[in-house]
């Protein structure tokens, strides 16, 4: 494992890096914070949350898509009532703890590198919005990472419980795993036999104090998690969800069409591809081994996230912290690349900077609505041009002072504005007014007007005449299950066909305008409160404006909400 | 055909992934319990996810399944340390062939009887409804104990584990519940297989000397096991083809034919009924297969016969049925291989309990409690049989180190209950919920089997035991103890007796169980049934004879005369072969001791009569003595010396001719059944005539020249051989009848339910709806008559929703009394009678009824006023002949 080892920077940085690492922690979890409970669920957030309430209350439950959410949700809903914030709690709080992890890696690394990596996986945007998410999709990489983090440490217990933090996230652990495995092993097969026997015997797991440990700390917190601190004892089940949902998805038809994870990685990784590509190349010509293996495996990854796109959105977070690895030491070269001619270099990069701007305005105005299709117009004219001019300054310093000059000038600011568009996207991501993240990031419908049920009901409480405390809500379309967690305070909440016989409901959620069969009659209204894209019909041209313009053709679907008439109209039931 | 390439698959990982713990437990085994793997597999990562399901540890579904999966590799893996590792790759190295032979075998086996269910899929008749309602419910049941299917608000009353592990199999490959239950059977037969197959190898080369290779011809050898086990089959097809044909009949001057040979027989469907003159038995109806499941009869003293069940393996995969007998027998096996482990010093070592330190290793003590356990919570009634045999086997290891003293039967009794007691205990959550039907023992006194049942039965199977034993006795340098042995023999039936009698003499004593006894036994007004009983059994003591001899040679091995070199009561010097050889005696005498009990006591049941018991005890004593049997004849076959040009010759003849017969047998099967009056006429007027009576006159042939040349083993493997061959008719003619001939190759199909798609679509397109929605108590017709093996319950059994009451005779059973049932059969009928909805509404309250199904056996059964269910009720499901209304209490 020694050339795994990097070696240190002087005594001062490492003290300041620490510091800044922290300050940069907290910064991402404050951020992670913001409006956490108001961004709109989507309908497999709210069924996560649900289960996680079911399991708090003692109510019987069917195993957890991610035990670990459910785990560590239902005894915070326990402790402290449910709640959209308390239900987004824990992934924010995990996707935040990357920001620590290169505290652990600052002696390898360097400590530039270090605090670059640290913001990556602060505010890198797939992270930001994944663990904003009331799910387990964060849980794989955040586990992933501190498990290889404490791995690289000799920290047995962090390992065992890290290790289970990953191997409760759901399916995407074992993608992940399958994922690595062959990564690793096409590196061992592309080194000599001396170097893949010195990884094997470096291997801490040979000691048996360590496996002992890290094997007693892994079954300790599996059964923890998957119990619910044992609320939910019957959750242990949860041990092999993972395995179940990669399973059953085997045998049944991809219902998530090629286009989406094409346009995710588009919009959201291509940045740090672009980041990460050089790092990637240099670490194969040097042979560093850490570089290759994580090329590797992120080229894999990169792959798996298409063939096994069904399994949610977890590999884009792996992939994204593999990226950050690579790209943190392109960033590191380009700052620490000395430049001949400073303030030449300076220029280059407030004109490299200006032009990027420009480039930013023409590319969007080259994607306008307006336009059906991309013509060679004006705009397109404009953006060519921007670019042929930054390459035509990139080539003039080059040709008058030096490359690392125009490299210093020219690049510094590309990156820097991409890193900017990159970022900017996490930015967008707090305000719940916009669902662009979301509905790029959810897998299932988003309840776009969730707030506008709750207020609809807030009224007809204030008229006194309903009293969630002791309402019943059915609802009679089990597609419309989810809903249930809109209803957390009700007295009881049913999903069936039939409505009940001896008392007519409060509340009654249908999928049909058509008033259920009842004694009583109800008032209904429709509430538009799906958002999901159609991405089988939309086209490449909208695809591509919607990566500029940051939004998405998003398909409406209405559900009824039945208000019993009695309540009001304050008539007498 | 992926269904069947996913289960494959999975056997395939199930037994690769357990084979550590097998080859680690398994040491006094050559084959290291290779064939073991797979149940053995099955068995713990089954009883893992029951016992955590039932302790609520884990949710019965897909991902508390793969749970305890990922718990029996970490257990597996934890076995496979470095050392270990190494020492398994070797093993698999050398014993390539043996991973072959189990591996071609159980494909071939499995893809075999998958063929035979695809050409008879449904699931319909007998008990096959209820047993697809058990892994229909266990898939339902959120956690176990699972919902009973036909009692809902309860929990299963059924020794269910077979079902559990069904389920298991059923949910991980995803296969339709209705495909997955013929894949069952299917795959049952084909771990049977190599269980039997492993068995018979590890017998016959533990007795070679370790240094020397094992033999080629022991790999072929083994295949007797499973091939008497699965295949062989009773001698009532045999029977009832020269029956058919119109053997031993003689015609009168006016034309009847009549024949005393058939009469004396007198066996059901045959015996007095005319010869069709055709190899193809006819029968009216077309069932010719079930007979020889009704070999054995009981007679009451007035004569009337009483149904009793013999059934064999083969009858038992061709009916299908996964009754717990079946899906028991790998796991018995598995435990026979445990014996034969243990008395091969497998089991060798200390266990150091508080105070107490046990002569053997903790770990395969545990795997015995763990399989003994599974035994009983599969088919109770095998338990202690298997119990006494692995004590037996333990108890013969201390003879040999310490000698014989009456301590070893202590020890004996002592070993029973401690492998007894943790069995038990590990399988607690099932006692628990569970109620046996069983409700003592009763005297046989008038009810025996008579001497020709008795071999008609096992006559396949006693042939090669009898001379064996003889054999083994006439070999022997050393003489055995026969004097002992007869003395033993005759106390134990003198004391059977005096129990049998003593009892009945008891019972006719008490006014009224006087009276129901004597009713039982069919005694008349004034008549003694003790003498009239014992009277009866001595005209017919065939049978009696027959065990006598069994056990009197048996015993005869297993004893060693007064002033022997070496007597019994100092430590014995290990000798592999003399080790197998008392395994095998001890196989004998167990099954033996299982067909004598009935003789003279049977356990009450809801029948009264021997039925069950005969069922069970002879299904097991088939299991022990096919692997004696096949034993004797491969020892036949190796001691006669190297293969002669004629003792090839013949057999290949008779192969030929078999094989020749066959295919014209079941040619004119086809054009039989085609044009149902087919009469041949005569004997000796078919050339089928000439092709059957070559295959018996060469087997005379084959014997009567090995015994001339001096090579007397040989002659009697031919004897076995001819005896193997009248079982062989059975299977072969069978199987056609059942399957109907060549017409059902046409439309081959694994889906169980198909028929039900054809003949029912409605119905069907209401289960599959049902499916769908959330688990919920439903209500459908109940027959007048109970319903029992009818297409009543049909929505219940494929939907896996509880319905209030299913098939009424069964639900009894299971319960013991129709107390439970109480009035649901009066308020099913009012619920769908009636026109005033209070009432009716009353009847959905009062058992929390979510579903009721209305269809067409609804509208047969009551005057079905449907009106009220489509006013109060929402209509979840609606077709032309089924509907199914959704009802919510609100309470």
């Not at chain 1, 990159?422 to 897998?443: E, G, N, Q, R």
């Not at chain 2, 692995?390 to 301590?407: D, E, F, N, Q, T």
């Not at chain 2, 072969?732 to 009848?737: D, G, M």
């Not at chain 2, 027959?783 to 009424?808: H, K, N, Q, R």
Request: proline share 4%; glycine share 8%; hydrophobic share 55%.
């Amino acid at each position: 494992m020694d050339d795994f080892l990097g070696e240190g920077k002087s005594k001062n940085w490492y003290a300041d890096a620490r510091l800044i690492i922290l300050a940069i922690f907290f910064a991402g979890l404050c951020l992670r914070l913001v409006n956490l409970g108001k961004i709109p669920f989507n309908t497999a957030e709210a069924q996560n949350a649900y289960a996680a309430f079911l399991v708090a209350n003692g109510l019987s439950t069917g195993t957890a898509v991610s035990p670990v959410y459910e785990g560590l949700s239902a005894p915070t809903f326990f402790v402290l009532g449910a709640a959209p914030f308390f239900a987004r709690f824990w992934p924010a709080l995990a996707g935040a703890s990357l920001a620590l992890v290169p505290l652990f890696w600052r002696r390898r690394v360097g400590a530039l590198q270090a605090v670059l990596l640290a913001t990556g996986l602060a505010f890198d945007p797939v992270l930001f919005t994944l663990s904003r998410q009331a799910g387990g999709a964060i849980f794989t990489a955040v586990g992933l990472i501190w498990a290889l983090s404490f791995f690289m440490e000799r920290k047995s217990i962090g390992l065992g419980i890290a290790l289970a933090v990953a191997w409760l996230s759901g399916s995407w652990f074992w993608i992940a795993v399958l994922t690595c495995g062959i990564g690793v092993g096409i590196y061992m097969l592309t080194q000599n036999k001396a170097a893949a026997n010195g990884l094997a015997n470096a291997c801490p797991f040979r000691t048996k104090t360590f496996r002992e440990a890290a094997g007693l700390s892994f079954i300790v917190s599996l059964i923890l998690l998957a119990s619910a601190f044992i609320l939910n004892p019957a959750g242990l089940s949860g041990i092999a969800s993972g395995l179940a949902g990669l399973w059953s998805s085997s045998q049944e038809v991809a219902t998530i069409a090629y286009i989406l994870p094409i346009y995710r990685v588009s919009a959201y990784s291509l940045p740090i591809i672009l980041f990460a590509f050089p790092a990637a190349l240099s670490a194969w010509k040097e042979k560093d081994g850490r570089g290759q293996i994580v090329s590797l495996v992120a080229g894999v990854m990169l792959l798996s996230i298409f063939l096994f796109r069904t399994q949610g959105t977890a590999g884009y977070a792996l992939l994204h912290c593999l990226l950050w690895f690579l790209a943190a030491r392109t960033l590191e070269n380009q700052i620490l690349l000395e430049a001949g001619q400073k303030d030449i270099a300076l220029g280059a990069f407030l004109l490299g900077m200006a032009i990027c701007a420009y480039l930013a305005v023409s590319a969007k105005s080259l994607v306008n609505p307006a336009q059906s299709a991309l013509t060679v117009g004006p705009s397109a004219i404009a953006f060519i041009l921007g670019l042929l001019l930054l390459v035509l300054i990139f080539i003039l310093i080059m040709l008058g002072w030096s490359l690392q000059t125009a490299r210093k000038g020219i690049l510094s600011a590309v990156l820097l504005s991409v890193l900017a568009f990159s970022f900017s996207l996490t930015f967008l991501a707090l305000k719940p007014a916009d669902p662009y993240p979301a509905l790029v990031w959810s897998d299932s419908s988003l309840q776009v007007n969730a707030r506008a049920q709750s207020l609809l009901l807030n009224e007809i409480e204030k008229l006194g005449k309903m009293e969630p405390q002791v309402s019943s809500v059915v609802i009679t379309d089990p597609r419309l299950a989810y809903l249930r967690w809109e209803f957390l305070e009700y007295r009881l909440v049913e999903v069936s066909s039939a409505l009940p016989e001896e008392r007519a409901p409060e509340i009654i959620i249908s999928s049909t305008p058509d008033q259920e069969k009842t004694a009583e009659s109800y008032r209904g209204t429709a509430i538009v409160n799906h958002g999901s894209v159609n991405w089988r019909e939309v086209s490449l041209l909208d695809l591509l404006r919607s990566a500029v313009s940051k939004s998405l053709p998003a398909e409406a679907n209405e559900y009824y909400l039945w208000i019993r008439q009695d309540l009001m109209t304050g008539a007498v039931p | 055909m992926i269904d069947f390439l996913k289960w494959f698959a999975l056997a395939l990982l199930i037994g690769w992934m357990n084979f550590p713990l097998t080859h680690r437990l398994f040491k006094a085994l050559p084959s290291r319990g290779f064939a073991l793997s797979r149940p053995l597999g099955l068995l713990l990562w089954g009883y893992l996810f029951w016992l955590l399901t039932s302790l609520k540890l884990l949710n019965n579904d897909l991902a508390g399944q793969l749970t305890a999966l990922l718990l029996l590799a970490a257990l597996n893996l934890a076995l496979l340390g470095r050392g270990a590792l190494k020492t398994l790759a070797a093993w698999v190295r050398e014993n390539r062939k043996l991973i072959l032979c189990v591996e071609l075998l159980f494909f071939f086996a499995f893809a075999l009887w998958a063929f035979v269910r695809a050409a008879n899929p449904a699931v319909l008749g007998t008990e096959k409804p209820m047993e697809m309602a058990f892994i229909n419910a266990i898939l339902r049941s959120p956690s176990f104990p699972p919902n009973d299917p036909w009692l809902s608000g309860y929990a299963i009353s059924y020794y269910y584990f077979g079902y559990v592990i069904a389920a298991m199999l059923i949910r991980i490959s995803g296969s339709a519940a209705a495909i997955g239950y013929n894949l069952v059977a299917a795959m049952w037969f084909a771990l049977t297989a190599i269980a039997a197959y492993g068995l018979l190898f590890d017998l016959l080369v533990a007795r070679q000397k370790e240094s020397v290779k094992k033999p080629a011809w022991i790999y072929t050898a083994s295949l007797l096991a499973p091939a008497l086990l699965l295949i062989v089959s009773n001698w009532h097809g045999f029977l009832d083809v020269m029956h058919a044909r119109g053997l031993f009949f003689s015609t009168a001057v006016d034309g009847t034919v009549s024949s005393t040979f058939w009469d004396w027989l007198n066996l059901k469907e045959i015996s007095g009924v005319n010869p069709d003159f055709s190899w193809f038995p006819l029968r009216w109806g077309g069932v010719q297969w079930w007979g020889a499941s009704r070999v054995v009869q009981d007679f009451q003293l007035n004569g009337n016969a009483l149904e009793v069940i013999d059934e064999f393996p083969y009858f038992s995969y061709l009916l299908s049925d996964i009754h717990p007998h079946v899906l028991g027998m790998p796991f018995v096996l598995a435990a026979i291989g445990q014996a034969l482990n243990a008395i091969l010093g497998g089991w060798d070592g200390k266990t150091r309990i508080r105070r107490w330190v046990l002569p053997w290793s903790l770990p395969e003590m545990l795997l015995a409690v763990l399989t003994l356990g599974g035994i009983a919570f599969l088919n109770t009634w095998d338990f202690p049989f298997y119990l006494a045999l692995i004590a037996a086997a333990l108890v013969y290891r201390r003879w040999l180190a310490l000698g014989w003293s009456g301590k070893r039967i202590g020890e004996f009794l002592l070993l029973c209950v401690a492998l007894a007691v943790p069995a038990v205990l590990a399988y607690l959550p099932f006692y628990l919920s569970f109620s046996s039907q069983a409700g003592g023992i009763l005297p046989s006194l008038a009810f025996f089997t008579q001497g020709k049942y008795f071999w008609i039965m096992f006559g396949p199977l006693l042939v090669p035991i009898l001379l064996g034993l003889v054999w083994q006795l006439l070999r022997n340098k050393e003489k055995h103890g026969l004097r002992t042995a007869f003395w033993i023999t005759s106390a134990l039936f003198a004391a059977l007796f005096a129990f049998s009698w003593g009892i009945s003499f008891v019972a006719t004593r008490l006014p009224e169980l006087g009276q129901l006894f004597l009713s039982l036994q069919g005694a008349a007004e004034g008549q003694n049934p003790l003498t009239a009983a014992l009277a009866a059994r001595l005209k017919s003591p065939g049978t009696g004879i027959t065990l006598f001899l069994l056990l009197f040679l048996g015993l005869s091995a297993l004893i060693k005369p007064k002033g022997s070199p070496q007597p019994e009561d100092r430590p014995q010097p290990e000798q592999p072969a003399r080790t197998v050889d008392v395994f095998v005696i001890l196989l004998v005498l167990l099954g033996g001791l299982l067909t004598l009990a009935p003789e003279f006591v049977y356990l009450r049941d809801q029948f009264g009569t021997r039925m069950n018991t005969i069922f069970k005890f002879y299904f097991q004593a088939w299991i022990l003595w096919s692997a004696a049997g096949a034993y004797f004849t491969a020892r036949f076959f190796e001691a006669r010396g190297s293969a002669k040009v004629w003792s090839r010759l013949i057999p290949a003849l008779m192969l030929l001719l078999g094989a020749a017969a066959t295919f014209l047998g079941l040619y004119r099967a086809d054009a039989i059944f085609a044009r149902y009056n087919q009469n041949l006429g005569a004997f000796g007027t078919a050339p089928l005539d000439y092709i059957i009576a070559g295959i018996f006159g060469l087997s005379i042939l084959w014997a009567l020249v090995e015994f001339i040349t001096r090579r007397r083993a040989g002659a009697l493997a031919a004897l076995c051989v001819c005896a193997f061959a009248a079982g062989l008719v059975y299977p072969v003619v069978s199987t056609w009848n059942k399957l109907g001939g060549s017409a059902s190759l046409e439309q081959l199909t694994l889906d169980g339910s198909q028929y039900y798609r054809d003949y029912w679509p409605d119905q069907m397109r209401a289960v599959d709806w049902l499916k769908q929605q959330p688990l919920g108590v439903m209500v459908e017709a109940v027959s007048d008559t109970g319903g029992s093996y009818t297409t009543y319950a049909s929505v219940s059994t494929f939907s896996g929703m509880p319905t209030v009451l299913g098939w009424i005779g069964h639900v009894a059973q299971w319960r013991g009394g129709y107390q439970e049932m109480g009035s649901r059969q009066d308020d099913i009928r009012v619920l769908y009678s009636t026109n005033n909805w209070d009432e009716a509404r009353a009847v959905l309250d009062k058992y929390n009824i979510a579903y009721v199904y209305v269809g067409e056996l609804e509208a047969r059964t009551y005057s079905l006023d449907e009106s009220k269910f489509g006013e109060h009720l929402s209509l979840g499901f609606e077709s032309a002949n089924a509907r199914v209304y959704v009802y919510s209490p609100g309470k």
